[in-house]
Protein backbone atom coordinates (compact mmCIF):
# COMPACT_ATOMS: atom_id res chain seq x y z
CA UNK A 1 0.00 0.00 0.00
CA UNK A 2 2.65 2.60 0.82
CA UNK A 3 4.45 1.32 -2.16
CA UNK A 4 1.47 2.16 -4.36
CA UNK A 5 1.05 5.21 -2.52
CA UNK A 6 4.34 6.53 -3.02
CA UNK A 7 4.36 5.76 -6.74
CA UNK A 8 1.46 8.08 -6.89
CA UNK A 9 3.52 10.80 -5.71
CA UNK A 10 6.40 10.31 -8.02
CA UNK A 11 4.04 10.59 -11.25
CA UNK A 12 2.14 13.41 -9.58
CA UNK A 13 5.50 15.10 -9.43
CA UNK A 14 6.72 14.43 -12.70
CA UNK A 15 3.36 15.59 -14.01
CA UNK A 16 3.73 18.63 -12.48
CA UNK A 17 7.41 19.18 -12.97
CA UNK A 18 6.45 18.88 -17.01
CA UNK A 19 3.34 21.27 -16.65
CA UNK A 20 5.28 23.67 -14.84
CA UNK A 21 8.53 23.41 -17.51
CA UNK A 22 5.87 23.66 -20.43
CA UNK A 23 4.14 26.67 -19.01
CA UNK A 24 7.47 28.43 -18.29
CA UNK A 25 7.98 27.95 -22.10
CA UNK A 26 5.29 29.56 -22.79
CA UNK A 27 5.59 32.69 -20.78
CA UNK A 28 9.45 32.76 -21.89
CA UNK A 29 8.40 32.63 -25.74
CA UNK A 30 5.33 35.31 -25.15
CA UNK A 31 8.14 37.60 -23.56
CA UNK A 32 10.55 36.83 -26.07
CA UNK A 33 13.34 36.18 -23.89
CA UNK A 34 16.62 33.80 -24.56
CA UNK A 35 16.77 30.60 -23.33
CA UNK A 36 19.28 27.75 -22.53
CA UNK A 37 18.40 25.39 -24.58
CA UNK A 38 15.59 24.63 -27.50
CA UNK A 39 13.80 21.81 -29.44
CA UNK A 40 13.07 22.29 -33.09
CA UNK A 41 10.75 19.27 -34.62
CA UNK A 42 11.86 18.69 -38.08
CA UNK A 43 8.48 17.15 -40.43
CA UNK A 44 10.30 15.33 -43.55
CA UNK A 45 8.13 14.14 -45.90
CA UNK A 46 9.82 11.40 -47.00
CA UNK A 47 13.17 9.85 -47.24
CA UNK A 48 12.82 8.10 -50.59
CA UNK A 49 14.48 10.97 -52.54
CA UNK A 50 18.30 10.94 -52.32
CA UNK A 51 17.86 15.39 -52.16
CA UNK A 52 15.53 14.82 -48.96
CA UNK A 53 18.28 12.80 -47.32
CA UNK A 54 20.24 15.41 -48.48
CA UNK A 55 18.58 17.94 -47.11
CA UNK A 56 18.08 16.21 -43.28
CA UNK A 57 22.09 15.63 -43.43
CA UNK A 58 22.01 19.44 -43.62
CA UNK A 59 19.86 20.47 -40.97
CA UNK A 60 21.57 18.22 -38.65
CA UNK A 61 25.01 19.33 -39.66
CA UNK A 62 23.95 23.00 -38.94
CA UNK A 63 22.32 22.26 -35.78
CA UNK A 64 25.54 20.52 -34.74
CA UNK A 65 27.45 23.77 -34.31
CA UNK A 66 24.68 24.99 -31.84
CA UNK A 67 25.20 22.80 -28.69
CA UNK A 68 22.02 24.86 -27.45
CA UNK A 69 19.93 23.18 -29.91
CA UNK A 70 18.24 19.59 -30.56
CA UNK A 71 16.46 18.92 -33.64
CA UNK A 72 13.71 15.71 -33.61
CA UNK A 73 13.48 14.54 -36.70
CA UNK A 74 10.13 12.53 -38.16
CA UNK A 75 9.85 11.07 -41.43
CA UNK A 76 6.09 10.69 -42.88
CA UNK A 77 7.62 8.29 -45.54
CA UNK A 78 5.36 9.87 -48.33
CA UNK A 79 2.12 9.57 -46.18
CA UNK A 80 0.13 12.89 -46.16
CA UNK A 81 -2.19 11.47 -42.89
CA UNK A 82 1.19 10.66 -41.28
CA UNK A 83 3.08 13.82 -41.66
CA UNK A 84 -0.54 15.48 -40.32
CA UNK A 85 -0.21 13.35 -37.25
CA UNK A 86 3.45 14.13 -36.47
CA UNK A 87 3.10 17.74 -36.70
CA UNK A 88 0.42 17.07 -34.30
CA UNK A 89 2.54 15.02 -32.28
CA UNK A 90 5.28 18.30 -32.37
CA UNK A 91 2.46 20.58 -31.23
CA UNK A 92 1.34 18.58 -27.97
CA UNK A 93 4.89 17.96 -27.26
CA UNK A 94 5.61 21.78 -27.26
CA UNK A 95 8.37 21.83 -29.26
CA UNK A 96 10.16 25.24 -29.12
CA UNK A 97 9.54 25.77 -33.70
CA UNK A 98 8.93 23.33 -35.87
CA UNK A 99 10.29 22.69 -39.64
CA UNK A 100 7.83 21.27 -41.96
CA UNK A 101 9.00 20.04 -45.87
CA UNK A 102 5.49 19.13 -46.89
CA UNK A 103 4.21 16.37 -48.99
CA UNK A 104 1.44 18.36 -50.52
CA UNK A 105 0.10 21.62 -50.01
CA UNK A 106 -3.32 21.64 -49.03
CA UNK A 107 -3.83 18.84 -46.78
CA UNK A 108 -0.92 20.59 -44.69
CA UNK A 109 -1.78 24.08 -44.17
CA UNK A 110 -4.22 23.39 -41.83
CA UNK A 111 -1.82 21.06 -39.46
CA UNK A 112 0.76 24.12 -39.91
CA UNK A 113 -1.69 27.05 -39.15
CA UNK A 114 -2.88 25.61 -35.95
CA UNK A 115 1.36 24.91 -34.53
CA UNK A 116 1.09 28.43 -35.10
CA UNK A 117 -2.13 29.61 -33.40
CA UNK A 118 -0.69 27.48 -30.72
CA UNK A 119 2.63 29.47 -30.71
CA UNK A 120 4.78 27.60 -32.21
CA UNK A 121 6.85 29.73 -34.92
CA UNK A 122 6.92 27.21 -38.13
CA UNK A 123 9.80 27.32 -41.20
CA UNK A 124 8.46 26.04 -44.25
CA UNK A 125 10.57 24.08 -45.99
CA UNK A 126 11.46 23.59 -50.26
CA UNK A 127 7.21 23.15 -50.80
CA UNK A 128 4.80 25.68 -49.86
CA UNK A 129 1.29 25.11 -47.64
CA UNK A 130 -1.58 27.55 -48.82
CA UNK A 131 -2.16 30.73 -47.58
CA UNK A 132 0.21 33.01 -44.72
CA UNK A 133 -0.11 31.15 -41.62
CA UNK A 134 3.53 30.54 -41.29
CA UNK A 135 6.60 32.05 -39.88
CA UNK A 136 8.84 32.21 -42.64
CA UNK A 137 8.96 30.08 -46.16
CA UNK A 138 12.25 28.89 -47.66
CA UNK A 139 12.84 27.67 -50.99
CA UNK A 140 14.54 28.54 -54.44
CA UNK A 141 12.33 29.91 -57.33
CA UNK A 142 11.08 26.71 -59.10
CA UNK A 143 9.03 28.34 -61.26
CA UNK A 144 12.14 29.92 -62.15
CA UNK A 145 14.07 27.16 -62.42
CA UNK A 146 11.08 25.46 -64.64
CA UNK A 147 11.95 28.71 -67.06
CA UNK A 148 15.55 28.51 -67.21
CA UNK A 149 15.25 24.84 -68.24
CA UNK A 150 12.77 25.14 -70.88
CA UNK A 151 14.78 28.35 -72.51
CA UNK A 152 18.07 26.42 -72.01
CA UNK A 153 16.48 23.42 -73.73
CA UNK A 154 15.10 25.08 -76.86
CA UNK A 155 18.76 26.73 -77.60
CA UNK A 156 20.17 23.42 -77.49
CA UNK A 157 17.81 21.87 -79.65
CA UNK A 158 17.55 24.77 -81.99
CA UNK A 159 13.84 25.34 -81.04
CA UNK A 160 12.64 22.57 -82.36
CA UNK A 161 11.88 18.79 -80.98
CA UNK A 162 10.19 16.67 -79.47
CA UNK A 163 9.95 16.43 -75.70
CA UNK A 164 9.38 13.93 -72.47
CA UNK A 165 8.43 16.02 -69.70
CA UNK A 166 8.45 13.57 -66.62
CA UNK A 167 6.55 15.85 -63.93
CA UNK A 168 7.04 15.62 -59.84
CA UNK A 169 4.41 14.92 -57.71
CA UNK A 170 1.68 17.37 -58.90
CA UNK A 171 -0.55 17.58 -55.64
CA UNK A 172 3.49 20.04 -54.90
CA UNK A 173 3.81 23.61 -55.48
CA UNK A 174 7.19 22.65 -57.00
CA UNK A 175 5.27 19.93 -59.54
CA UNK A 176 3.04 22.55 -60.56
CA UNK A 177 5.68 25.83 -60.50
CA UNK A 178 8.59 23.58 -62.46
CA UNK A 179 6.00 22.85 -65.12
CA UNK A 180 4.54 25.91 -65.38
CA UNK A 181 7.72 27.77 -65.71
CA UNK A 182 8.74 25.37 -68.32
CA UNK A 183 5.95 25.92 -70.64
CA UNK A 184 6.63 29.71 -70.36
CA UNK A 185 10.31 28.63 -71.18
CA UNK A 186 9.29 26.83 -74.38
CA UNK A 187 6.93 28.76 -75.50
CA UNK A 188 7.33 30.26 -79.38
CA UNK A 189 9.86 27.68 -80.08
CA UNK A 190 9.26 24.58 -81.99
CA UNK A 191 9.64 22.10 -78.92
CA UNK A 192 6.59 19.76 -78.67
CA UNK A 193 5.87 17.71 -75.42
CA UNK A 194 4.22 14.63 -76.93
CA UNK A 195 4.32 12.77 -73.40
CA UNK A 196 4.11 13.63 -70.18
CA UNK A 197 3.48 11.67 -66.62
CA UNK A 198 3.33 12.22 -62.76
CA UNK A 199 6.47 10.20 -61.75
CA UNK A 200 6.16 11.55 -58.13
CA UNK A 201 9.88 12.75 -58.08
CA UNK A 202 10.65 8.58 -57.99
CA UNK A 203 13.31 7.23 -60.38
CA UNK A 204 12.01 3.34 -60.69
CA UNK A 205 8.62 5.62 -61.62
CA UNK A 206 10.08 7.47 -64.11
CA UNK A 207 11.76 4.54 -65.25
CA UNK A 208 8.41 3.22 -66.05
CA UNK A 209 6.73 6.02 -67.76
CA UNK A 210 9.86 6.21 -70.27
CA UNK A 211 9.31 2.99 -71.13
CA UNK A 212 6.09 4.21 -72.15
CA UNK A 213 6.95 6.70 -74.02
CA UNK A 214 9.91 5.11 -75.98
CA UNK A 215 7.40 2.27 -77.10
CA UNK A 216 4.71 4.98 -78.43
CA UNK A 217 6.98 7.62 -80.05
CA UNK A 218 10.01 6.62 -82.62
CA UNK A 219 11.30 10.12 -82.37
CA UNK A 220 11.80 11.56 -78.57
CA UNK A 221 14.66 14.31 -78.60
CA UNK A 222 14.62 15.59 -75.11
CA UNK A 223 13.64 14.40 -71.39
CA UNK A 224 12.79 17.42 -69.26
CA UNK A 225 12.14 15.50 -65.62
CA UNK A 226 11.27 17.83 -62.48
CA UNK A 227 14.16 16.07 -60.58
CA UNK A 228 17.27 14.02 -61.30
CA UNK A 229 16.08 10.77 -60.12
CA UNK A 230 13.85 11.28 -62.68
CA UNK A 231 16.13 12.07 -65.58
CA UNK A 232 18.43 9.62 -64.19
CA UNK A 233 15.50 6.58 -64.78
CA UNK A 234 14.46 8.25 -68.06
CA UNK A 235 18.27 8.05 -69.34
CA UNK A 236 18.28 4.22 -67.98
CA UNK A 237 15.08 3.01 -70.01
CA UNK A 238 16.51 4.97 -72.54
CA UNK A 239 19.58 2.84 -72.22
CA UNK A 240 17.95 -0.41 -72.46
CA UNK A 241 16.48 0.24 -75.37
CA UNK A 242 19.66 1.51 -77.22
CA UNK A 243 17.98 5.17 -77.89
CA UNK A 244 20.35 7.23 -75.37
CA UNK A 245 22.71 8.85 -77.65
CA UNK A 246 19.52 10.48 -79.40
CA UNK A 247 18.01 12.38 -76.39
CA UNK A 248 18.97 15.43 -74.16
CA UNK A 249 18.28 14.98 -70.60
CA UNK A 250 17.45 17.71 -68.22
CA UNK A 251 17.00 17.21 -64.25
CA UNK A 252 17.14 19.68 -61.49
CA UNK A 253 18.17 19.44 -57.64
CA UNK A 254 22.16 19.35 -58.67
CA UNK A 255 23.58 17.60 -55.86
CA UNK A 256 27.00 16.93 -55.89
CA UNK A 257 27.13 12.74 -55.90
CA UNK A 258 23.86 12.74 -57.87
CA UNK A 259 22.53 15.19 -60.99
CA UNK A 260 26.49 17.22 -60.73
CA UNK A 261 28.20 13.67 -61.05
CA UNK A 262 25.30 12.65 -64.26
CA UNK A 263 26.66 15.82 -65.76
CA UNK A 264 30.28 15.10 -65.47
CA UNK A 265 29.51 11.63 -66.52
CA UNK A 266 27.57 12.59 -69.55
CA UNK A 267 24.53 11.04 -68.99
CA UNK A 268 22.75 14.46 -68.46
CA UNK A 269 23.09 17.10 -71.03
CA UNK A 270 22.30 20.03 -68.02
CA UNK A 271 21.16 19.90 -64.39
CA UNK A 272 19.37 23.01 -62.08
CA UNK A 273 20.58 23.63 -58.65
CA UNK A 274 17.82 23.14 -56.17
CA UNK A 275 19.41 23.97 -52.88
CA UNK A 276 17.96 22.06 -49.81
CA UNK A 277 17.89 25.43 -47.64
CA UNK A 278 18.97 22.99 -44.34
CA UNK A 279 21.56 25.75 -43.41
CA UNK A 280 18.95 28.76 -44.00
CA UNK A 281 16.64 26.81 -42.12
CA UNK A 282 18.77 26.16 -39.00
CA UNK A 283 20.33 30.15 -38.87
CA UNK A 284 16.37 31.59 -39.40
CA UNK A 285 15.54 29.32 -36.50
CA UNK A 286 18.17 30.92 -34.06
CA UNK A 287 16.92 33.96 -35.13
CA UNK A 288 13.51 33.62 -34.84
CA UNK A 289 14.09 31.73 -31.16
CA UNK A 290 16.42 34.65 -29.91
CA UNK A 291 13.28 37.48 -30.61
CA UNK A 292 14.56 38.64 -33.99
CA UNK A 293 12.10 39.64 -37.02
CA UNK A 294 12.17 37.04 -40.06
CA UNK A 295 11.59 37.61 -43.41
CA UNK A 296 8.16 36.02 -44.13
CA UNK A 297 9.90 34.75 -47.24
CA UNK A 298 13.81 33.82 -48.36
CA UNK A 299 14.29 33.08 -51.96
CA UNK A 300 17.43 30.69 -52.48
CA UNK A 301 19.38 30.83 -55.81
CA UNK A 302 20.05 28.31 -58.67
CA UNK A 303 22.65 27.42 -60.47
CA UNK A 304 23.02 25.73 -64.25
CA UNK A 305 25.52 23.02 -64.60
CA UNK A 306 26.48 21.84 -67.77
CA UNK A 307 29.27 19.69 -69.38
CA UNK A 308 31.40 23.17 -70.04
CA UNK A 309 30.82 25.01 -66.69
CA UNK A 310 30.77 21.80 -64.25
CA UNK A 311 34.40 21.83 -63.48
CA UNK A 312 34.17 25.53 -62.42
CA UNK A 313 30.98 24.53 -60.21
CA UNK A 314 28.24 25.63 -62.76
CA UNK A 315 26.80 29.47 -63.45
CA UNK A 316 24.01 31.52 -61.80
CA UNK A 317 20.91 31.66 -63.01
Known amino acids: ?9 WILAIALF ?33 WRVQMNADLKAAADK ?9 D ?16 SAGVDLLIISPKEAAPLTEPVAKAVDAGIPVIVLDRAVQGDN ?35 LMTSIPGHDRHS ?23 PDARKEMDSALARFDTIDAVYAHNDPGAHGAYL ?38 PTGGAEAIDTALR ?15 RLFTADNVKQGGEPL
Not at 77 to 89: F, G, P, S, W, Y
Not at 240 to 251: H, L, M, P, T, Y
Request: neutral net charge.
Open 1 to 9: MVRRHFTFL
Open 18 to 50: VGCSSGDKDATRAAGKARDFYTIGMSQCNLGEP
Open 66 to 74: HPNIEIVFK
Open 76 to 91: AQNDTLKQRAHVEEFV
Open 134 to 168: YTCFIGADNKLIGKAAGAWLAKKLGDKGKVVELKG
Open 181 to 203: GFLEGIAGSGLEVIFEADMKWLE
Open 237 to 274: AAKAAGREKDIVFVGIDALPQEGVAYVAQGILSATFQY
Open 288 to 302: ILAGEEVPKKIVLGS
